[in-house]
């Protein structure tokens, strides 16, 4: 008779020796990575905080962004924590505004950029041959064209255009705004459309691919069912990249005065309003810090956020 001991093995316990691996979606998988990282949790905490007191800084703060008074060039205190500018106004709430709009912009303008990079990616990556090689050579040239100085161009190129319909009425600000936002993110979708198309290809000849063509289902199915469900991944990981340097590139713009234009705010504006307080005699350095400070937290995050 056999003795059949714990090193032998039976149905009883074969069950027991093997592990049922666990099944993550890719979606999942990623989160999983993403939490493991502490400082993209963090980073991710406080973007969200930054938020939720920007949403609500109109009904918490005491002074609205635009609110003048006599106590001008305060220095931070128990009133005004962030302190005051030349006209008096709270930079606390000034710097929350600006908040508003820069996030609203980097928000938008990476809209853009996702949905035309995409799309352009997509297409070239898919239909391949001259078409990809014609639409492909058109993002080399633009990529050989100086963004910043393309931005430029755009901007004051269309201002007389909106002064002349629009003036400066609240339409016109929003015309201005629109225009700011396209500019920026037709600037920023070039690195887009070359990371989806190189997606595209490396997965168009795939199995699951192929058998969905021989079903008979149409192009446009195949791309956006099957083809780009699987590139989330990158794309997510590149539009949280993109964020910060469309912030980045408004705040260059507004401090040089073609962004957006006073009396409303943001972290570039305000920029260049503490810079054009400082001289010899005394240096409001509150004015510069608490911006700089601001916009440099803010795009640290995103970028800890991307690398999660």
Partial sequence: ??????????????????????????????????????LAVISLCF??????????????????????????FEKPNAQHWFGT??????????????????????????????IIGVLWGSIAG?????????????????????????????ITSLEDIVKKFAGTTAFGVS???????????????LTMAR????????????PFVM??????ATHARVIFQHIL??????IIVYLTLTVPSVILYESFLSYLGLGIQPPMASWGSLLAEGARQINPVRIYWWLLVFPCVTLVVTLLALNFIGDG
Avoid: C
């Fill in 1 to 38: 008779m056999i003795d059949e001991g714990p090193h032998v093995m039976t149905p009883a316990n074969a069950a027991g020796m093997f592990i049922r691996a666990e099944h993550l979606s890719p979606g999942q998988r990623a989160w999983r990575r993403f939490t493991r990282n502490k």
């Fill in 47 to 72: 973007i969200a905080v930054l938020v939720a007191i920007v949403l609500l800084a109109p009904w918490l703060s005491p002074y609205q962004p635009n609110d003048v008074s006599d106590a001008q």
């Fill in 85 to 114: 500018d030349v006209n008096g106004r709270d930079l606390l709430a000034r710097t929350l505004a600006g908040a508003r709009v820069s996030l609203l912009v980097g928000a938008v303008g990476t809209g853009v950029s996702l």
């Fill in 126 to 154: 898919y239909t391949g041959g001259r078409t990809d090689e014609f639409m492909m050579r058109f993002v080399d040239i633009l990529y050989a064209l100086p963004s910043i100085i393309f931005v430029i161009v755009l």
């Fill in 175 to 189: 015309v201005r705004l629109l225009f700011l936002f396209v500019g920026l993110g037709a600037v920023s979708w």
């Fill in 195 to 206: 990371i989806v198309r190189g997606q595209v290809l490396s997965l168009r000849e795939r």
């Fill in 211 to 216: 058998a969905s063509r021989s079903l008979g």
């Fill in 229 to 234: 469900p699987n590139t989330l991944g990158v």
